[in-house]
């Protein structure tokens, strides 16, 4: 992976967009890390006396909402929650996708027939349906959150998996590897896994975007993490009462997805013609 021709892959993918994308990323996970060493004030701390302050007042450069809690402070806080929800979630759905694309891909039969269903059953309901369905069951909060995503995020990789499975599970290592006596779980962990991998860490950024994204949309929607933890959505859903007057409010943590989003998606664009030669190739074209 590290390779003199990887490296000038790298460099190749890259331009000002995606090296933005990826300081932002940088930037996020730094802050999520730091902030409860930044001095900021306690998110869930209210003081009405200093509600709806406007960006730039003293002591909350980007104003309060209408319980007086500082904004960008549920702001970093809330960062944390998304990204803690999103890798697991992401965490979740590799693990589960990479086994049943895996096992189906390479034993074939009736396990290929059971795992592959299995997908297909779970990609056969909307992802925000399914979610709201399970969520209203089970009750909100973070596990909730990481379980539901994850599971219904697993096809992305099983599929993906399987795919790559398929297309070199005849090939010459692999049928060395059986010749010198490996048993199949052995085969999968230590020749098959390796090969397929690329793909799968490619993806992951991706998902981990869509995770944020659909964990902001159930706690707008009242069904994600429980209040008053610090949200994105649950920042959008309280600030649309003020919009009118304060429109920062909405603006702030919306602005903060939105950016979140894309620069997850330029890194997995990166990843992208960094992992795949073709790709990479593809795109210089």
């Keep these: 992976m590290f390779s003199a021709r990887s490296l000038r892959r790298l460099r190749k993918s890259l331009n000002p967009v995606r090296i933005a994308g990826i300081i932002v990323v940088v930037a996020i996970i730094v802050l999520t890390l730091l902030a409860p060493f930044l ?32 904004v960008l402070s549920r702001l970093i806080f809330g960062a944390r929650v998304e990204l803690v929800i999103a890798m697991g979630a992401t965490a979740v759905a590799l693990v589960l996708g990479t086994f049943l694309g895996l096992v189906g891909g390479y034993f074939g039969g009736i396990v290929e027939t059971l795992s592959m269903r299995s997908v297909d059953v779970i990609l056969a309901f909307p992802p925000i349906v399914l979610a709201l369905l399970v969520v209203t069951i089970y009750g909100t909060g973070a596990s909730t959150l990481i379980v539901v995503m994850g599971v219904l995020f697993a096809p992305r990789f099983a599929r993906l998996t399987y795919g790559q499975v398929v297309s070199i599970r005849g ?53 994600g993490v429980t209040p008053p933890t610090p949200s994105w959505g649950l920042m959008v ?44 190739m593809a795109s210089q074209l």
């Design 237 to 280: 859903a309280d600030g649309q009462r003020d919009i009118v007057a304060h429109p920062s409010l909405v603006a702030v943590p919306s602005l903060a997805i939105v950016v979140t989003i894309l620069a997850f998606g330029l890194v997995g664009d990166v990843m992208r013609d960094w992992l795949d030669p073709r790709r990479g």
């Design 39 to 70: 001095g900021l004030p306690d998110p869930l701390a209210q003081d009405i006396s200093n509600q709806l302050l406007p960006i730039g007042s003293e002591g909350h450069l980007l104003g309060t909402d209408r319980f007086g809690r500082d």
């Design 171 to 223: 090939m010459e290592y692999v049928e060395a590897a059986r010749v010198f006596g490996s048993g199949p779980l052995r085969i999968v962990g230590t020749v098959v896994l390796p090969n397929v991998s690329a793909p799968l860490i490619v993806q992951a950024p991706l998902t981990l975007a869509t995770s944020i994204l659909l964990e902001s949309g159930l706690s707008y929607l009242g069904l």
